[in-house]
C-alpha cells in the first residue's frame, strides 16, 4: 500500500509542477488514497470572494499575515548576514538599507505560496506557514501572489519601517506577534481549553 501510495504521489507531483497559473486557479487538492491506494482530488468550492476580490478572503488573512511575518524576517536576516560579512557580526542594516530590504520584500512575486485543502478547510501554504507540512498538493498562481503583495504593502504603509526593523532587532520571531496578533491583529491565539482538547484528540 505504502508503495503505490508513494508512486502515486511522485507521479501526481510532478504533474502539478506541468500547471499553468490559470490551471491552477482551479484549486485542485490530493485527498487521502482509499483502500484501493487510489489518490482521488476533488476542486474545493470557491466563493465570489476567492475569486473575484482584490483582497485577501478573511478567512486566509491569519495564514497570510503569518507568510509575510516569516517573509519579512528572512529577508532581514539575509540582508544582516551581507554586512555582518563587511562590517562584523551583529552590525545592523542603516535606515536606507532596512527600508529598502523590507519593500524588496513586499514587491517579490509570491508565486510560492498557493491554496490548500487541509482538514477539509482551504488554507495558503508556503514557507513559514504550518499547513507547508500538510498532505495536499498546493496549486499556485491565480489571485494569491498579488493579494499577499498587496496585504504586504498594506503593512509598510500602516507601520513605520523604522518601527519594524526595530522589533526585529529585539527579537526576530516577534514579527508574526506584532503583526499577527497583537493590537487586534489578525490571528487569535487559541484558549486553553482549546489547546487541551486539541493535545486530547492527538493522543
Known amino acids: 500500500m505504502r508503495a503505490v501510495f508513494s508512486l502515486h504521489f511522485l507521479i501526481l507531483s510532478t504533474l502539478c509542477g506541468l500547471f499553468t497559473a490559470d490551471e491552477q486557479h482551479e484549486n485542485i487538492v490530493m485527498k487521502e488514497p482509499d483502500s484501493s491506494g487510489t489518490i482521488r482530488f476533488t476542486a474545493p468550492k470557491l466563493n465570489a470572494e ?47 538599507e532596512y527600508v529598502d530590504t523590507l519593500e524588496q520584500c513586499c514587491s517579490q512575486k509570491w508565486e510560492q505560496y498557493g491554496l490548500k485543502e487541509v482538514h477539509g478547510f482551504k488554507r495558503l501554504s508556503g514557507p513559514g506557514l504550518e499547513t507547508a507540512d500538510k498532505m495536499g498538493m498546493v496549486m499556485y498562481g491565480g489571485p494569491w501572489p498579488k493579494r499577499l503583495f498587496k496585504m504586504c504593502h ?35 491565539k487559541p484558549s486553553k481549553t482549546k489547546k487541551r482538547d486539541l493535545s486530547r484528540n492527538e493522543l
Open 50 to 96: 476567492d475569486e473575484h476580490s482584490d483582497h485577501m478572503p478573511g478567512y486566509l488573512k491569519c495564514d497570510a499575515c503569518k507568510a509575510i511575518a516569516f517573509q519579512m524576517k528572512d529577508y532581514l536576516v539575509k540582508a544582516e548576514s551581507k554586512r555582518t560579512a563587511v562590517k562584523g557580526k551583529g552590525a545592523a542594516l542603516s535606515e536606507s
Open 154 to 188: 498594506s503593512y509598510l504603509g500602516e507601520y513605520d519601517e523604522t518601527e519594524i526593523y526595530q522589533k526585529y532587532r529585539s527579537d526576530p520571531d516577534s514579527l508574526e506577534d506584532f503583526y499577527c496578533y497583537a493590537n487586534g491583529g489578525v490571528c487569535k
